[in-house]
Nanobody, 118 residues
Framework: VQLQASGGGLVQAGGSLRLSCIAS????????MAWYRQSPGTQRARVAT???????TYADAVKGRFTISRDSNKNTAYLEMTDLKPEDTAVYYCAATDIDRGRAYPRWGQGTQVTVSS
């Protein structure tokens, strides 16, 4: 499974961005999908997760501002980010659980840069 993230960019504080993550490959099955972010000097941290049948969960820092969703028919996950703050500046990574013969394998996409100016 390959994951392709897009939608990052430069935005002013208070603005919005929508990230997309498309999963592709042959004969694959995706479980949960998630977004992580990493800023310089920090560890990669989970932002939001959405399961194949479960509701979304969010990091406290983004609750009420970010919304994760997925379109299973398109193997795509989205992260709608509103009321962006400078501290949201980071490289955002898409992640997914690849289910293969009953076992789960984590997959990562390349990052997309989000920069929020004050």
């Amino acid at each position: 499974v390959q994951l392709q993230a897009s939608g990052g960019g430069l935005v002013q504080a208070g603005g919005s961005l929508r990230l997309s993550c498309i999963a592709s490959g042959s004969n694959f099955s995706i479980g949960s999908m998630a977004w992580y972010r990493q800023s310089p000097g920090t560890q990669r941290a989970r932002v939001a997760t959405i399961g194949s049948g479960a509701g979304p969960t969010y990091a406290d820092a983004v609750k009420g501002r970010f919304t994760i969703s997925r379109d299973s028919n398109k193997n795509t996950a989205y992260l709608e980010m509103t009321d962006l703050k400078p501290e949201d500046t980071a490289v955002y990574y898409c992640a997914a659980t690849d289910i293969d013969r009953g076992r789960a394998y984590p997959r990562w996409g390349q990052g997309t840069q989000v920069t929020v100016s004050s």
